[in-house]
């Protein structure tokens, strides 16, 4: 069996990527750790499979700076399918169809954002990477277990209707660390009578860094040096 190389530490800064969907957040980091000759890396906040955008890859000595970065306002373009609920509160799950008499407006649509915004309790999807007595709750959840998981308190700064046609609805959403963007669009269609479930997701802003920033899921694939990411100084001035 080959032995796997030793993490080396000859880069050092960050590297933004836009995440493609269908490929994991560990993907990301995998690639880019063999492009940069197998430096030390990780990355600052998951995106779901499902989910597009921003993924911040910490490599060498920044990645001391992941729980900062991790910390710092997340900024996403969401999609919500207002007809249905899922198992997973996204489009991977069972759907149950929830039959409206008649289609909330746009004006009671932004008063339910607003009682999601401030500081919250949210309950996690079943579906999500919580640990449950040792476990990761998506595990129990697959095998058939009743996942319970208690609310816990995030941070959403705004939520903004971009678009509404019923029962498509699409948000601007910018927030703090630990925010489920499928347990907002959960919540969002039990406070309005609706189904609610995330159906498309792309992570625009980790800031301080955007998608201006982001090089492509390709580009990863290719040699990476110093010259490719921002520098620790770079860093720490951006980062205040």
Do not use: N
Not at 50 to 74: F, N, W, Y
Not at 206 to 216: D, R
């Amino acid at each position: 069996m080959p032995r796997r190389p030793k993490y080396k530490t000859f880069w050092d800064g960050v590297l933004v990527v836009d995440k493609p969907v269908g490929v994991t957040s560990m993907d990301v980091v995998r690639r880019v750790r063999h492009s940069a000759g197998f430096c030390k890396t990780g990355h600052a906040g998951t995106l779901d499979p499902l989910a597009s955008g921003v993924l911040v890859c910490c490599l060498g000595r920044a990645t001391s700076l992941i729980d900062g970065l991790m910390a710092g306002e997340k900024r996403y373009d969401a999609s919500v399918d207002l007809s249905a609920f899922t198992t997973t509160d996204d489009a991977e799950g069972e759907r149950r169809e929830v039959v409206v008499s008649e289609p909330p407006t746009r004006e009671q649509i932004e008063s339910a954002c607003a009682g999601l915004t401030g500081t919250i309790m949210q309950r996690p999807p079943a579906y999500s990477a919580v640990h449950v007595d040792g476990q990761r709750a998506y595990a129990m959840a697959r095998k058939g277990e009743a996942v319970e998981l208690e609310a816990r308190p995030v941070l959403v700064h705004s939520i903004e209707v971009v678009r509404y046609a019923y029962p498509e609805l699409e948000l601007r959403v910018a927030c703090g660390k630990g925010v489920y963007i499928r347990s907002l669009a959960r919540d969002l269609g039990a406070s309005l009578g609706t189904g609610g479930s995330l159906s498309g997701l792309r992570r625009t802003a980790v800031m301080p860094f955007g998608m201006q920033q982001a090089v492509s899921w390709e580009r990863c694939a290719l040699p990476i040096g110093q010259a490719d990411l921002i520098g620790l100084e770079a860093l720490r001035e951006m980062m205040g």
